[in-house]
């Protein structure tokens, strides 16, 4: 049985004075599958990623959500839908606590988030759900503890949580595991692995371990078009793909030795 795809772009092209950032991309994710975007710097991912979250609009191309156009849609429609960037559109403040930051989150799903006047007392319906999310994402021993002073990898499982409550189908997410140790990207590595369940993930990557360790199918860019696309293995056998990322002499190299 095909599996359908939840998200597509046809042509997507963005275009800066001149400049094309993003060439004729045509993409597709399956519903289920942890896909990765992948590339050298300068390949295009992140101007890609920004294209389907609506902060920039593209020069020409479709982008379809579920097989229905959403390419003229704003950000907050598209979070509706389900479509939901983490690590930017999250709202994680840092005085307040991981409990707190989750809770704004869940007011933002129920059309509320910027009702700072309301009593504790008004927002305590939300403590369970906002629970529940942090025991998810491995935090509920932080509830009470000011997102200012968690160490960096529990913060980016924080806004992890925070991109929960907004319930989305497809969370596309940007560099999850950048900045981290090696103990931290094993912990998010299994923090997306479990999350995705029942969800499809759209991420950008540069951690090629971390790809091969979670992802589906992988698409790479260069130079704002697609070099490869496939699982991981057929991925790193392609000679493009070496030379992309390790230039021509090494990828030569490499062959040779092999």
Not at 7 to 28: I, M
Not at 58 to 86: D, F, H, Q
Not at 144 to 151: N, R, Y
Request: charged share 25%; proline share 3%.
């Amino acid at each position: 049985m095909t599996q359908e795809f939840i998200l597509e772009t046809r042509g997507l092209t963005k275009e800066f004075r001149g400049f094309t950032a993003v060439d004729d991309v045509n993409l597709q994710v399956r519903e289920g599958h942890i896909h990765a975007l992948i590339g050298p710097n300068g390949a295009g991912k992140t101007t890609v990623f920004n294209l389907l979250t609506k902060f920039l609009p593209p020069t020409r191309g479709e982008i379809l959500y579920r097989g229905k156009p959403i390419t003229g849609m704003k950000a907050n429609e598209i979070a509706r839908l389900g479509l939901v960037r983490s690590f930017q559109i999250s709202a994680v403040f840092a005085h307040m606590t991981a409990m707190e930051n989750v809770r704004v989150a869940l007011q933002r799903r129920l059309g509320t988030s910027f009702h700072f006047w309301k009593s504790e007392r008004s927002l305590e319906h939300l403590n369970d759900r906002a629970l529940e999310l942090l025991d998810e994402v491995g935090l509920r021993d932080y509830a009470d503890v000011l997102t200012v002073e968690m160490p960096y990898g529990r913060k980016r499982a924080l806004e992890v949580a925070t991109t929960l409550a907004l319930d989305p189908t497809l969370m596309l997410l940007d560099e999850p595991t950048q900045g981290m140790g090696a103990e931290d990207v094993d912990r998010i590595v299994e923090l997306i692995r479990r999350v995705s369940k029942g969800r499809t993930v759209l991420m950008v990557e540069h951690n090629l371990s971390v790809v091969s360790r979670l992802c589906d199918r992988i698409t790479v860019l260069a130079r704002g078009s697609v070099l490869a696309e496939g699982d991981y293995e057929a991925v790193s056998r392609d000679p493009q793909v070496r030379e992309a990322y390790m230039g021509s002499d090494a990828a030569a190299e490499e062959e040779a030795s092999a």
